[in-house]
């Protein structure tokens, strides 16, 4: 007898696509049926015509949460997550007061964060130039990877020098713990920003410009380079260029422990959306070329880039100000945790046509692998959490301001349409959203660890 | 209301290994459930502390039937394939008289051999050079590939030059279909023989030198780099040694469909068996030295070689006479598709400490992929056919004549010892063998078409 | 007091062009000196406004003297290299009779040509399956290389298998001895070729096509492997396209000691002009896209290709009637000895805006290290041979049959037109030839020796 | 009628070595003769059983003047380069008061070491934050390169960004010029400082650890990411490993116009040498160990080192102290101006077997022609600068302070024995050197530009 059937609908895992029954028990997938079988269950959902994906898991959220929660809170963050499809995100140490840098910071964001998240979460450790001491008591309390800046990100983040990376990757390595890299040689980033000031007057496409690829490849080179020589474990955050993802690549081949995350806006996106719309379209690393957009896809579909998240990263209207704030000052970051499931299934499957395990592989089975909570989550298989999106390839979708679920109603995404939606949103077995609407309980989302 | 349960094992998967009950109806993995879980089954096996692999296929097995049943027949081979753990074997096209090559032949063979089978069965098709216009003949009667070699063979079977080889693709290519190949440039072996007999005398060592790596290497560069100029599909036969495999799992690297496998004798044994032991340690390519064994794993592990085939190859014992023979005209083959299974556990697993997943990829996963039958063989998924082995990690074994199954009860492998044995073993949910038994029925096994 | 000196010229060497007197004395180069310098000599030369080039080595001819005189004979054959700026030429041990294979035919055919030489010569010595013995003898009296084929060529010589050239490779290893490979895989090309013959009638695109690319890259694959393996020193003739040059440009940066040589045809003629002109620009390897050209440039430029030679092949011209013989049977070779200097000026240097310096590297440095005989010839340089060539950078010109000094007054350059045009050739600081005109004496071409 | 002729000698080029006479009128080399021939000049030198090289270029010294002449001076250095064989120096812009960043500095630098100079001098010219406004003006002013850092060196000259560099990239690419970067990733080296300082105490080992072969390798890889994206020239100054040089190897075999330099202590001492010896042994990047001098042969051999410079760093006794400025204070930097060229012949031909030539390549042809300046330096050709060093291979020598010219008789090379030395240096035909005595004229060295 079980809690709950999923029926009729067509199971997708990493490598293909089959008929089955999910049957969950206690929160957990129970078992994995032949569509024909008798199975005994108090609910029973009918998949029918739909696809069965295992829970989305978002490597990059931002969720503000505690700090700035005029940008962002729990309850918000992961309700959007839910209602798109992330069974679990994985929520980033910074643009929180303060930044989750030690075991006291932990327990007091866990306490703060667990009574209103909808869906499960992790939490990407605080990777600092102060907190070298601390990164183990951070690994033992559960995070799951430790996010660094190389170059300066916002006030209330400090940046590592690639000297300071050296050492901390000596010290995750003795930890087995992955640090992920925010990849910009900032430098670069700088010195293009002042010369394009020197100039009487600038648009988007100074902005642009400002953060060319050569300065992504660099800094993702200098990861690379020191992971090869510490054999540490590492993981670039938003690749957003092939020529990147090509790098990648090659140290994956010659053996580096390097894992790597595109983000739903480099798959939809391109510099031209940046000059036509402006800094709803802002991110960092810029959104680039067209042709790019291809290239990105070819790396995910042959797992270069075995992740990708969100970099929900949102803010209020007026911090996207131009006027207030200039191209350069005018807040960077894509509210995506909402919509980067149905973007990837309707850009990559319904328009490409690559098969809907590339959404196992990249969204499910990839994450939780590089960060360490296979087993748990990442797959629909028996023993697993019952984690699971039935998706309708059929359904028609625009995105519009009122759907959003975030504290601010805004994203680069509003106005795309596609094919190819979320209907249901399980986590550990109960449902969380249906058709676009929230109907999960607040606090009911887990914190996860890393398996150790 | 299932037909069986497996209960208790750990279920090993390409990816991990875990708890769960298999349960199996017509025939047919039915539902993967979690160990506690109440299921009700007209039969149920005990796995207790054991693994519950996916069945074995074996890639690459000669059973020489119909034409040359005084070394093998079908009854005896599937025999021991079923008791050795290979739910599936991909039969060889020669050594049949006559070699399986056009769809008349295929009908009669298929009729010969249907009402002797304990195991399921694939067909490799046979490539000559008098056969290119039946090959999609053979095609759409379900071989799941198409034999070929690159130099003289036996008297029955004709080799293709590498022009040939070129057309054919051509042609195998416009059907979808793989082409296998055995790959040793025959030119420098027929010279480095023709050498050697210069000498007065030839031991051992002479008939080694005659078949060096680079005749392996260059035979294998030149079919790969067909297969990449035709953007057609290729399996590497037997390769015997790292320099091989480096230079497919390059080729793999970029883009060319080339898949590979081995065998479990270049994983256990070396030269020093043939110079110690003589002609029951011959085989093409032969043995190589010690070092190369630990390369060779190490290929296996990372998927290059996704296949381990047993290349059984048997012939009477008199075939085997140096005496009657000399050492070059010494039938080459060994007999191992009963052994390969635990051999391939026993050194790998047990002594190598390589996961028991590593046995799924190569034994199971792998060679359904490039044979085309994943899907319904391959692997412990819902909807595959129930091909199980239930494999005793602690079960030591030491391989004596009398426990063979074949037509000839000799073998390379006669005198080793290991530990982790084929308990059982089930093929579309019926018991095939226990505890080196067969106890299945003749005839039960049945042809198994490529999928379209 | 010298006995010549050539003033006012523009001396180029392998890395620069510059203002210089070059004095001979002996024969040899006794100085260089400042333009200004007062020098005596009995003789002067005044090369005003023109480059004065180290004389160029054709590192490819085939003079067939003796036994195939109809085509070609050292007379006609010197006088022509001389007339095109060939100081010195290798002549192939085929297209002889017999073919050069050991010491007294070497001694024999030596005996034959001295007398008729206008410049100076080596031998490539033969190398075929019956000619191992003797392949020491042949390199302790002189000969430079040793030819071989990979598949069959004319009935009057022996093609090697793969096999025999991984023996002869060892010989010639232990002599520090360069065997050179027509490297077309035969097998294809016969099979292409039957494969074509299958069709109702044949065209010229059908002769291309029995040749593609993939059988130059196989072959030469197979001798870099082979080289790679023994360590032994490999020569690739008459390169015609850059996915060749590739493979050769990776196995010398990966330490492979293997020279290589392109023709002046494959520089300055594409497929085209054999579907347009047919037989007269039948050759083997065929001409090939025109694209590859460029590429051929660039492999010429980075110093892979070190060596253009002429390959000239001469034949009556009923050999090469298309209705005598049918497009397969009409014969394969262009005559080019008496202008490739002049088309690789024009082209390369004229046209496309290459350095004259790549002449002095690839028509006399490149052959000369690569055969051997560097240090004696292969550049303007105090000791070595006074071997130059004056050409006038501004001298425009068309070929004709006339101007031709061969036996058979027949070639693919024919009605060609260029500019730049050797004026005066010098070999061991005798004039030679002037203004297109032979003026040199027959027998005073020297034998050169490879220097040990 | 010549001004002097050298006879008897054998001859370098970079690749050969042969008897000749080289024959010199108003400083330049006017002819080059065969040894028997009658040369008529007014002085003759005679170099019986020595080599006869060209005069040696050294990439990479610290002059010091003007401004820190209590280091070193132009009269002294010269004095001691002219002694040691080299005849032409390029010196850097630092360690100069004020440093070389400007036009009028540059004209005051000129005027000031002028009539100091006993050989001829290039000028590296600066490159600093400050100056990408006047790089135009002294490029045309003559600089053959401009030097950076990319990280802090000293309070007298300002470090260059990753980011400032790609302007200066492409600010220099529009001149055709080059940069050249002592490339070592200083926040590794900054951090690795300060933990070693956690530390109570610390010793050599502390100093070789904080500039690990890492941090080299990042800041080359960079600097060649930079130079590829923007197809710009670079020099990566003092290579100290192998590993390094791979990867300079990589990029110049893909295209990228990379040129390197080591220097004669990476080729002749080790890490073992710092902990024996202390801080007379400190350079940046530091000595390394044993094996890597090896590997650091190979790569100078095979070209991928084109230029072996001094790195000479002159300092007062007082500023190596240990005591007064601790490990990490002491003055870091190998006065070897004068001994360079002897311990490469000793050590690289004496010793370890390699051809004369490799001299002449790494000292002569190769700085000649990465600094702009092979034309008129660099080689022993008609119309070069008659700039030549007799070298007795024979003459065994130990380095003691008396004989060093500097004004701080100080080196890491006082007490090396070797064999193999500089007898007679003549810069434009006046020997300024002669048995390791200084006889030249103090302001006859001239200023050298880069040919454009
Ligand atoms: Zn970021
Ligand atoms: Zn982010
Ligand atoms: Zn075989
Ligand atoms: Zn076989
Ligand atoms: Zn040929
Ligand atoms: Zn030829
Ligand atoms: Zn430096
Ligand atoms: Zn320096």
Redesign the interface.
């Known amino acids: 007898?079980?809690d709950l059937v999923i029926k009729n609908g067509k199971?997708v895992?990493a490598d293909?696509v089959?008929?089955?029954s999910v049957?969950v028990?206690a929160g957990?997938?129970?078992?994995?049926?032949?569509p024909g079988?008798?199975v005994q269950a108090d609910k029973t959902i009918d998949a029918q015509d739909n696809y069965v994906f295992p829970g989305a898991i978002d490597s990059h959220a931002h969720l503000n949460d505690p700090g700035y929660n005029w940008r962002e809170d729990y309850s918000h963050g992961t309700a959007a997550a839910g209602v798109g499809g992330f069974t679990t995100i994985v929520d980033m140490p910074l643009q929180n007061e303060p930044a989750l840098t030690d075991g006291q910071i932990f327990d007091n964001k866990l306490a703060h964060v667990s009574p209103n998240a909808y869906v499960d979460y992790c939490f990407w450790g605080g990777l600092v130039d102060y907190n070298l001491g601390t990164l183990h008591e951070l690994d033992d309390k559960g995070c799951v990877a430790f996010k660094s800046f190389i170059g300066p990100v916002s006030p209330d983040y400090v940046s590592l020098?690639?000297?300071?990376a050296?050492?901390a990757l000596e010290i995750l390595k003795s930890a087995g713990a992955r640090a992920g890299f925010h990849c910009e040689?900032?430098?670069?980033?700088?010195?293009?920003e002042a010369?394009a000031k020197r100039k009487e007057k600038n648009d988007w496409r100074d902005f642009l410009d400002s953060r060319p690829v050569?300065?992504e490849?660099?800094a993702t080179?200098?990861i690379i380079?020191?992971a090869k020589?510490l054999d540490a474990k590492v993981h670039i955050c938003h690749v957003s260029h092939p020529q990147v993802a090509q790098v990648i690549r090659e140290a994956q081949?010659d053996g580096v422990d390097v894992t790597a995350e595109t983000c739903g806006h480099y798959l939809a996106f391109s510099d031209e959306d940046v000059i036509k719309n402006g800094s709803l379209f802002k991110c960092a690393p810029p959104l680039r070329e067209a042709a790019a957009i291809e290239g990105m896809w070819e790396y995910v579909n042959n797992g270069t880039l075995s992740c990708i998240g969100s970099d929900h990263s949102p803010c209020e209207l007026s911090e996207k100000s131009e006027e207030a704030h200039g191209i350069f000052g005018a807040w960077g970051g894509i509210s995506g945790i909402q919509n980067t499931m149905q973007v990837v299934f309707s850009e990559g499957v319904a328009k490409r046509g690559y098969c809907p395990t590339i959404l196992a592989r990249s969204l499910s089975e990839g994450p939780a692998k590089a960060f360490g909570i296979y087993?748990k989550k990442g797959a629909i298989?028996?023993?697993f959490d019952a984690d699971i999106v039935i998706l309708d390839p059929k359904r028609e979708w625009e995105i519009t301001p009122e759907s959003l679920y975030y504290v601010n109603q805004i994203s680069a995404f509003v106005g795309l349409k596609g094919v190819g939606l979320p209907v249901c949103t399980l986590v550990r077995g109960q449902v969380v959203a249906e058709d676009g609407k929230l109907v999960g309980r607040k606090g009911f989302g887990e914190f996860v660890k890393k398996i150790k």
């Open positions: 007898m079980f199971v895992t293909r089959f008929a089955a049957c028990k957990k997938i129970a078992a994995i049926v032949e079988t008798d020098s690639i000297g300071q050296k050492e040689d900032y430098s670069i980033i700088k010195w293009e010369r050569i300065a490849l660099i080179q200098n380079s020191l020589e081949l087993g298989e028996v023993g």
